[in-house]
């Protein structure tokens, strides 16, 4: 008897054959309505809205990594990768059907024969973005030995390899994270600092290592810890604010999702709050709705932990020959091109919404041209997270090479056998992985430990607030750990640009 799927998602995706195929899993959407649970019918997944081009950006930086290794005859030479991309709207629940329709396939019926028909389910997961999701899939697709590279979930528990056996990121935990922190806290000699955080995995995890090392390595003492509220709550937020104004305590780190840093930077601002040194942790470290005039007399010379900067040559030529699939319907499964379409020219394709064209709405032709907008999707000056999914796809793609080039009676599997593609076990390409050890074009080397953590590197950033109105956000210093000589951070103070006149907090 053949199994039969138990469920089929409906999922905002992006599709491209290939020989091996590689699924993803991106933020595309920034919010999603709340199910109306009754549980007495099952619910379905809601619909997705707020698009963030920035995750579009980092979904087509995998396609363009695929793209770039298949044209590449080093590096998998007899085989073509192709991907699966879907949005999780930065929900779990979103996130799990998404990951469980890459390792099943949307096949209704699945036929388990040596060639397997039907959709080719995924090998490797580049994913998710945020620490909960990732905890979530994780924890399933672990009993499966299914590896999950994330390329931005930091929380310090997903280093758990008894829980977590089959998961990697390309991006440093928030151990390491709090650590370059407490390290900055230490070189200026500031022991007496205020906690923000959010109340999910991110911002708990990150408060329980603060409370424990801020002690013992920085000689330093938290003045209070605050959990910021998941939605916009004025009264939860003016309290928050009215402990940070009554606490001696200047310095104040905020550990926390920008959605939540938003509505209380508002606060902040509404209640005139200045004279404080603000440290960011790296998800809200650089975004671009801060380094505004309305925010920047309250943020100006905040310091910001940030993801490494790298550079993906040709990266900005293939995302400028995006074009939308003019015979779309969401079923086959390129609705995110086309979402992206329509959020950049303002238009619907057809069949419009009702009322669209009767309210003066423009229909896509699909004939538009990106070079014609303000367009944030091709600006790759500033390329963090990007980075760190080409080094996930790269990852992947390393130990399917490695793998591929086992010789047959010296492998490392039993009676010394090697993996087959045809006939591959998720845990095989594991086993892989945790060897891989390459460097990138950049100059970075990408390896990863025995909890499948990457060597972690920061760069630390600084808010500059020009005397002509404009900002900036600058690199003054980097925090980094070497396999020879432990943690070590350098700082540019000359270029730090501080918002008290002193340069002493």
């Not at 079923?331 to 086309?338: E, L």
Request: proline content about 5%; hydrophobic content about 40%.
């Amino acid at each position: 008897m053949s199994p039969y799927l138990q469920e089929q998602f409906d999922l905002n995706g992006m599709h491209k054959t290939g020989d091996v195929i590689l699924g993803g899993l991106f933020a595309i959407n920034f919010f999603s309505d709340d199910l109306d649970v009754t549980f007495t019918s099952k619910p379905q997944l809601p619909p997705c809205y707020g698009f963030d081009v920035v995750g579009f950006r980092l979904s087509q930086t995998m396609a363009f990594a695929i793209d770039e290794i298949n044209r590449n005859s080093n590096l998998l030479p007899n085989v073509t990768l192709g991907y699966s991309l879907y949005d999780n709207c930065v929900q779990v629940g979103i996130g799990i059907g998404a990951a469980l329709t890459l390792v099943s396939g949307q096949e209704e019926q699945l036929t388990l024969e040596e060639n397997c028909v039907g959709t080719p389910p995924v090998l490797g997961i580049v994913g998710d973005t945020t620490s909960s999701n990732s905890i979530a899939i994780s924890a399933v697709l672990g009993l499966y030995r299914m590896p999950l590279v994330s390329y931005f979930a930091t929380c310090s528990c997903l280093t758990d390899r008894q829980k977590f056996p089959s998961f990697f990121r390309t991006i440093p935990s928030d151990a390491f994270q709090v650590n370059a922190m407490i390290q900055i806290l230490k070189h200026f000699g500031w022991t007496w600092a205020g906690l923000l955080i959010s109340g999910d995995d991110y911002g708990v995890h990150a408060a329980r290592s603060f409370h424990s090392d801020l002690g013992p390595a920085g000689g330093g003492c938290l003045a209070y810890t605050e959990i910021l509220p998941q939605d916009d709550d004025p009264a939860e937020l003016r309290r928050i604010v009215n402990v940070i104004r009554k606490s001696t305590a200047r310095v104040v780190i905020v550990f926390a999702h920008q959605s939540r840093t938003i509505n209380f930077m508002n606060q902040v601002v509404r209640q005139n709050v200045t004279g404080l040194q603000w440290i960011a942790s790296e998800v809200w470290s650089s975004i671009d709705v801060f380094q505004t005039p309305h925010f920047m007399p309250y943020l100006g010379g905040t310091l910001s932990i940030s993801i490494r900067r790298g550079e993906i040559p040709g990266l900005r030529d293939f995302l400028l020959q995006i074009r939308p699939d003019l015979h779309h319907n969401n079923t086959d499964g390129n609705s995110m091109v086309n979402q992206f379409w329509e959020h950049t020219f303002q238009c619907r394709f057809a069949p419009p919404p009702a009322g669209w064209v009767e309210a003066g709405g423009e229909l896509c032709t699909g004939q538009e041209v990106i070079e014609n907008v303000e367009n944030e999707l091709v600006d790759v000056s500033n390329l963090r997270p990007e980075y760190n999914v080409y080094k996930a796809v790269y990852a992947l793609a390393y130990a399917l090479d490695d793998m591929l080039q086992c010789e047959p009676g010296r492998g490392p599997f039993s009676n010394n056998t090697c993996a087959h593609l045809q006939r591959l076990e998720p845990w095989q390409l594991v086993y892989y992985l945790e060897k891989v050890n390459f460097t990138t074009t950049f100059g970075d080397r990408v390896s990863f430990d025995e909890n499948g953590d990457a060597l972690p590197i920061y760069d630390i950033m600084n808010w500059v607030w020009l005397p002509d109105g404009r900002t900036k956000v600058q690199r003054v210093g980097e925090v980094k750990r070497s396999a020879f000589k432990g943690e070590e951070l350098t700082l540019d103070e000359d270029k730090i640009f501080w918002s008290f006149e002193s340069k002493q907090v």
